[in-house]
Every structure is written in structure tokens, then in C-alpha cells.
T-cell receptor, first 116, second 114 residues
């Protein structure tokens, strides 16, 4: 079945530094991947749509200069949180799907970011 | 705009009892509907999905859901709950043309009593 790998699982960084999170589709190609953010005990909020070979599409209210998305290949999308601050601490999850409808939508295992 | 409502924030059931988690959606066209489960600190696992066809869909781990267009509902059911089913459950809706861009409900936390 379709597998999406996300790395790292958790990361702690200092305020002002940048952190990169990787999302890989292991056994399929994904022209589109999605990045979500989840606060504790809350639902998932779509941040942006990552498009292979082109610019990401950001949801309203999401700072594109803070959350840089790069989808350089058909199997890899990266989310870089720039100049991180404690309020950026959250659980970040990516998702992707093969083009065939039968697979549904596969999520990565998530990355817990803590900014200190 | 599409939206999903999960009316129950928290449900507690006894092990072996039946379970129904409610989900109501608002969407202007034919929706893609999903149920996901999330264990603490983990990503989401797809339980089942509805795209078209038979309105009663079977999923993994013994779960099923029924799509009722007239009620705009997609409730999740399981006849006999196991302690390992304790988790957070999310209902989601996506557009047929771009179903990966899903809108999620706020989730229902399931607690299973021994």
C-alpha cells in the first residue's frame, strides 16, 4: 500500500533558528502533497498544497515566508519553518496520494516541533 | 465552503459494546468522505472512505460507515469495541477534484472502559 514517510519525528530547536521537515512518498509518485498543522487536542488545519515543480499554494492566514515549501521531486516535499518562535511549536503532518483513487489519502507519522 | 461537524467531543464506551461516532458535513457537490484514527503523538491512519457507489462502506479494524445524503451524515460504527480502539477519530471531507485537500472535523476522543 501507499506509504508516506515523515522525518524527523520530533525536533527541538532554539528560537530564531530554522527547521526542515521532510515528507517522502516511498512507493508511489506524488505530484501533490499537503501540509497540515495540528495544535494539542485540536483538529488538523491545512497549511498549504505542495506542487511538484511549482510554487506551493498557501491557505489564507499562513505566512509563506515563514513556512517555506519545496517540492523538488515526485517523491519529496519539504517544509522549512524559518526563524522559528515558540508559537510555531506544533505537530506538523504531511499527506499524499497516488493518482489512483483506490488508495485514498496517506498521512505521514507527523513531526512534533518544539521551539525553546 | 465545505465543513465537517463531529458533535461528540468525547465518548466513553465499555469494551465489547457497540460504537457510533457521528459526522455531519456541508458540501455543495458530491463529497469524498473519510474517517481517520489518530493515536497520541502519531499521524493519521485511514479507516475507510466513501467516493461513490454502495453507501455502506467497510473499513479496516472492523469499522464501517454509512453515507446518508439526505442527512448529510457519514457516521462511523463498530459492533464491538476493543480497548485498542481508544484514540482520536477524525471525519474529513474533500472535493472530488482535489480530495487530498481535506477539511477535518474537530475530532472525537474515544475512551474504552474495561
Amino acid at each position: 500500500g501507499a506509504v508516506v514517510s515523515q522525518h524527523p519525528s520530533w525536533v527541538i530547536c532554539k528560537s530564531g533558528t530554522s527547521v526542515k521537515i521532510e515528507c517522502r512518498s516511498l512507493d508511489f509518485q506524488a505530484t501533490t502533497m499537503f501540509w497540515y498543522r495540528q495544535f494539542p487536542k485540536q483538529s488538523l488545519m491545512l497549511m498549504a498544497t505542495s506542487n511538484e515543480g511549482s510554487k506551493a499554494t498557501y491557505e489564507q492566514g499562513v505566512e509563506k515566508d515563514k513556512f517555506l515549501i519545496n517540492h523538488a521531486s515526485l517523491t519529496l516535499s519539504t517544509l522549512t519553518v524559518t526563524s522559528a518562535h515558540p508559537e510555531d511549536s506544533s505537530f506538523y503532518i504531511c499527506s499524499a496520494t497516488p493518482t489512483q483513487e483506490g488508495y485514498g489519502y496517506t498521512f505521514g507519522s507527523g513531526t512534533r516541533l518544539t521551539v525553546v | 465552503a465545505q465543513s465537517v461537524t463531529q458533535p461528540d467531543i468525547h465518548i466513553t464506551v465499555s469494551e465489547g459494546a457497540s460504537l457510533e461516532l457521528r459526522c455531519n458535513y456541508s458540501y455543495g457537490a458530491t463529497p469524498y468522505l473519510f474517517w481517520y484514527v489518530q493515536s497520541p503523538g502519531q499521524g493519521l491512519q485511514l479507516l475507510l472512505k466513501y467516493f461513490s457507489g454502495d453507501t455502506l462502506v467497510q473499513g479496516i479494524k472492523g469499522f464501517e460507515a454509512e453515507f446518508k445524503r439526505s442527512q448529510s451524515s457519514f457516521n462511523l460504527r463498530k459492533p464491538s469495541v476493543h480497548w485498542s480502539d481508544a484514540a482520536e477519530y477524525f471525519c474529513a471531507v474533500g472535493a472530488r477534484a482535489n480530495a487530498g485537500k481535506s477539511t477535518f472535523g474537530d475530532g472525537t476522543t474515544l475512551t474504552v472502559k474495561p
